[in-house]
């Protein structure tokens, strides 16, 4: 398949200087990007770990809510 783009001409030359920094051909280095791009879960894609969704915690721990009569109250115009 060809596909034909127009590229800005800063990232055309980015592009091009990383190829050349590589020692690797300009369409390489592009499929390469592509290739990690599709293969890499964008950052809204993003799942925590099985082993942190699975956490159930210290079953003794106390809880947070426990603390709370332990503290200060706020001074005067801090509310």
């Known amino acids: 398949m060809q596909i034909t783009i127009d590229l ?25 990007v592509l290739r990690h791009r599709i293969q890499t879960p964008a950052l809204t894609d993003y799942q925590w770990p099985e082993a942190i969704l699975a956490y ?7 809880a947070f809510e426990s603390y709370r009569d332990e503290l200060l109250p706020p001074r005067e115009g801090e509310r």
């Open 8 to 32: 800005p001409p800063d990232l055309e030359q980015d592009l091009i200087r990383q190829a050349a920094q590589s020692n690797i051909p300009l369409q390489t280095l592009i499929l390469q």
């Open 56 to 62: 159930q915690g210290i079953p003794d721990f106390p």
